[in-house]
């Protein structure tokens, strides 16, 4: 079955820091590939996505590419701010978007001033 | 324009009980999805809803069971609560296969 694995946390940074997050992941197929964040107090929101192999998705400074060979989708972003400090999920979705989505167990990032 | 809201927030249950939990999908949605998540976990899907009919589902027991209105808003029923079933339930509606927004969700506690 599928399965996506991150890095444990939390994460803990200074503002400014280069941030890297790994996910690794196993399905069937090609899935698409998700990474999500969760602030505190509110739902989960789409932060980028990539839907095949070498596609690089980018949102608000955030960045990862889908690599098949390495079954990995690593967040980053060049420079942390505090408020990037949230739970960051990685996903996928197999079945062409038809299917529920599968979640790694979240990693906490706290940026220190 | 309203997101995806769930009712309650919080609900607090003893085990054998029955729950019903209710999503209202974000204006223009079609589709509803359940998710759990325990604490520290990450969610897992429970299933999906559109035209009515539950359309995928995840590997929980026949106790979860769901259904959506024809005004697409939807409840998550669990029946005969274990301690086990406390977590964060979410709710995300989607227009078809199209981006997910997820709702604030519901926490329920079983004693």
């Known amino acids: 079955g599928n399965s996506v694995t991150q890095m444990e946390g939390p994460v803990t940074l200074s503002e400014e820091a280069f941030l890297t997050i790994n996910c690794t992941y196993t399905?069937?197929?090609?899935?698409?590939l998700f990474w999500y964040v969760q602030y505190p107090g509110e739902g989960l929101q789409l932060l980028l996505k990539a839907t095949k192999a070498d596609d690089k998705g980018s949102n608000k400074g955030f960045e990862a590419t889908y690599r098949k060979e390495t079954t990995s989708f690593h967040l980053e972003k060049g420079s942390v701010q505090v408020s990037d400090s949230a739970v960051y999920f990685c996903a996928l979705q197999s079945g062409g978007g038809a299917d529920g989505l599968t979640f790694g167990k979240g990693t906490h990032l706290i940026i220190q001033p | 324009d309203a997101g995806v809201t769930q009712s309650p927030t919080h609900l607090i249950k003893t085990r054998g009980q029955q729950v019903t939990l209710r999503c209202s999908p974000k204006?223009?949605?079609?589709?509803v999805s359940w998710y759990q998540q325990a604490l520290g976990q990450g969610p897992q899907f429970i299933f999906q809803?559109?035209?009515?009919?539950?359309?995928q589902r995840g590997n929980f027991p026949d106790r979860f069971s769901g259904h959506q209105f024809p005004n697409y808003s939807s409840e998550l029923n669990v029946n005969a609560l274990l301690l086990g079933d406390s977590a964060l339930y979410l709710c995300a509606s989607s227009r078809r296969i199209e981006k997910l927004f997820f709702g604030s969700g519901t926490q329920l506690s079983v004693l």
């Open positions: 809803y559109y035209e009515e009919e539950e359309r």
């Open positions: 399905a069937t197929g090609y899935p698409s």
């Open positions: 204006s223009g949605h079609d589709t």
